[in-house]
């Protein structure tokens, strides 16, 4: 399950660094690079999370997706957009890096985490459940840089 969620993922986000990345001299194909992981998280009796290699995971783990992001050319990049999809099997948990996340509930329209809709009048919260993919805009990426984005889900 988690081996076909990381082989979309990564289709998934070649096709959408190649369509978002907007900048002056370079194509987006040529400048940047993207590695993608799957790690469980393993809570310890002290608390704090370990990272394993999420080749296997089962039904309520959650599993964090890192994507990298790496400047390849000699110039730096500016307003780059990253997308990371949420799989149709697995809840965002709330928890992204950075935390200027912006979340879609149908893969068109971004807005800040977390997302609110009107019902009979009053704002409520979107569940997490219908959450689809979050966004994140790199204002600037120097040359031969990195940057990193996360999202945590649980696998349903």
């Known amino acids: ?42 809570k310890k009796a002290d608390g704090k999370a370990r990272y394993v290699v ?12 890192r994507a990298t992001y790496t400047n390849t050319i000699s110039q730096p990049i500016s307003n780059v957009a990253v997308t990371l999809p949420i799989p149709a099997n697995m809840t965002f948990t709330g928890e992204a890096q950075p935390k200027s996340a912006q979340a879609t509930i149908d893969g068109k329209n971004y807005a ?17 459940t219908e959450y689809k993919a979050l966004r994140w805009n790199i204002k600037w990426l120097p040359a031969n840089k990195l940057a990193d984005v996360s999202l945590n889900t649980i696998i349903n």
């Open 112 to 128: 800040d985490i977390p997302l609110i809709r009107k019902v009979d009048g009053k704002a409520v919260r979107v569940p997490l």
């Open 54 to 65: 999420a080749s296997h995971a089962q039904k309520g783990e959650t599993v964090q997706y």
């Open 1 to 42: 399950m988690i081996i076909a969620a990381k082989r979309y993922l990564k289709i998934l986000m070649t096709t959408t660094i190649v369509s978002t990345a907007f900048f002056h001299t370079a194509q987006a194909a040529d400048a940047l690079k993207m590695e993608l992981q799957a790690t469980k998280i393993i």
